[in-house]
């Protein structure tokens, strides 16, 4: 309750840090609040945070824990700050991530245009999207991001890989595994 609190306080750091420790609050009344903060907050990393927090109002809608009506708003929302060039990349990201859940074709679509925008931070957000999604799909773009020259969008791949279920990682899985770096070999 306390985080709830400081969501419209002065200092965008703390708007922030509300948001982040809100995660595992699912009460149907802090939806609003966060899609207020997503489309009106001037801070792009408070924008960034509420659109990764809805993901999970998302992911109670698809496991039909959410009404219809909170999970079309949250869905609106999602899909017009994904659409809006003039966003901030870092909260278009974080909102392709959060859709992810929802497996239909505008969203595969959705995925499938972050994945090939030019923008690095937006493709590895794609693959991130990708795990989420559970979407066999994209098994092959996966696998083949496991080859990546980029460590980021390797790692984005290894997790997604998991999502998955992907068994034909494995061999790939294990080489990074035996990599120098202790981020790949966790």
């Not at 020259?149 to 061999?171: F, H």
Request: net charge negative; aromatic share 6%; charged share 35%.
């Amino acid at each position: 309750m306390a985080f709830r609190r400081l969501l419209p306080h002065s200092d965008p750091l703390i708007r922030r840090m509300a948001v982040e420790g809100l995660w595992e609050d699912d009460s149907r009344e802090l939806v609003e609040s966060l899609l207020i903060l997503l489309l009106r907050d001037p801070d792009p990393a408070v924008r960034a945070a509420a659109a990764t927090s809805v993901g999970r109002f998302v992911y109670m809608a698809e496991c039909e824990e959410l009404d219809e009506r909170r999970f079309d708003l949250v869905r609106r929302t999602l899909e017009r700050v994904i659409m809006n060039a003039q966003e901030e990349i870092e909260v278009r990201r974080r909102a392709v991530e959060s859709i992810a859940y929802i497996n239909d074709d505008p969203v595969r679509r959705i995925i499938d245009r972050a994945y090939s925008d030019s923008d690095p931070h937006m493709r590895e957000s794609a693959v991130f999207a990708m795990g989420r999604s559970a979407d066999i799909i994209w098994a092959d773009t996966v696998l083949a991001e496991l080859q990546s020259k980029s460590p980021a969008m390797r790692y984005e791949a290894a997790r997604a890989t998991g999502e998955l279920q992907l068994k034909r990682a494995v061999p790939a899985l294990a080489r990074m595994a035996e990599e120098d770096d202790p981020i790949y070999r966790l």
